[in-house]
């Protein structure tokens, strides 16, 4: 089951300070996200994301990001930021060292993250976001003709929509975490 989470919207590291908005990861402390996460389609539990406090860490103004699985008092800690080149990272330490990609402030057909690239950027395959342009990530396509049934579960996935932030993520073990509600604040300048 998917426990890890993202980053969404902000502002570039470069000496300047200058801001880059990603619509895709929209970064202001405050913001909320909430998941419905579930395990071969059953629910299992929630997952709440938030942004709650930002500070500047050598050059980047960062997010420090709280993610609670269910009940579970105590909540996973990274930071978020943009990168001088305009990719929103992760790091799950203050220091910023090892940070991942999640998505770029302009992303592009093709483009990688780790090991999920975008497939498609168009509107959203979920009914409650119809209307939302979304950006496609994923490991490798599920829906290759004659896919086994263990490659098809070992999917990886995230979908980003603008305006919104991650609206979905499955983990490559049959589970996934759908957004169901969220509050977005305005970034700060």
Same mark, same amino acid.
């Given at each position: 089951?998917?426990?890890?989470?993202?980053?969404?919207?902000?502002?570039?590291?470069? #000496?300047?300070? +200058?801001?880059?908005?990603?619509?895709?990861? $929209?970064? #202001?402390?405050?913001?909320?996200?909430?998941?419905?996460?579930? /395990?071969?389609?059953?629910?299992?539990?929630?997952?709440?994301?938030?942004?709650?406090?930002?500070?500047?860490?050598?050059?980047?103004?960062?997010?420090?990001?709280?993610?609670?699985?269910?009940?579970?008092?105590? $909540?996973?800690?990274?930071?978020?930021?943009?990168?001088?080149?305009?990719?929103?990272?992760?790091?799950?330490?203050?220091?910023?060292?090892?940070?991942?990609?999640?998505?770029? +402030?302009?992303?592009? +057909?093709?483009?990688?993250?780790?090991? /999920?690239?975008?497939?498609?950027?168009?509107?959203?395959?979920?009914?409650?976001?119809?209307? +939302?342009?979304?950006?496609?990530?994923?490991?490798?396509?599920?829906?290759? $003709?004659?896919?086994?049934?263990?490659?098809?579960?070992?999917?990886?996935?995230?979908?980003?929509?603008?305006?919104?932030?991650?609206?979905?993520?499955?983990?490559?073990?049959?589970?996934?975490?759908?957004?169901?509600?969220?509050? /977005?604040?305005?970034?700060?300048?």
């Amino acid at each position: 089951m998917v426990v890890a989470c993202c980053a969404f919207g902000a502002y570039s590291a470069n #000496a300047q300070n +200058v801001p880059i908005e990603s619509a895709y990861f $929209p970064l #202001a402390s405050g913001n909320t996200w909430t998941y419905r996460c579930s /395990l071969e389609g059953e629910y299992q539990t929630t997952k709440k994301v938030a942004l709650t406090t930002v500070t500047q860490n050598g050059g980047f103004k960062t997010y420090r990001m709280e993610v609670r699985v269910g009940k579970d008092p105590k $909540p996973l800690v990274s930071y978020v930021y943009v990168s001088a080149d305009g990719i929103v990272m992760e790091a799950f330490k203050e220091t910023l060292e090892d940070a991942r990609p999640l998505i770029s +402030v302009s992303p592009k +057909v093709n483009q990688g993250f780790g090991d /999920l690239k975008v497939v498609k950027i168009g509107r959203s395959d979920m009914e409650k976001y119809s209307k +939302v342009k979304t950006v496609f990530l994923e490991n490798y396509s599920a829906e290759t $003709p004659g896919i086994s049934q263990e490659k098809y579960w070992a999917w990886r996935g995230k979908r980003y929509g603008q305006g919104i932030g991650l609206l979905v993520e499955a983990d490559g073990a049959g589970g996934d975490c759908e957004l169901s509600t969220y509050r /977005l604040k305005p970034a700060r300048r």
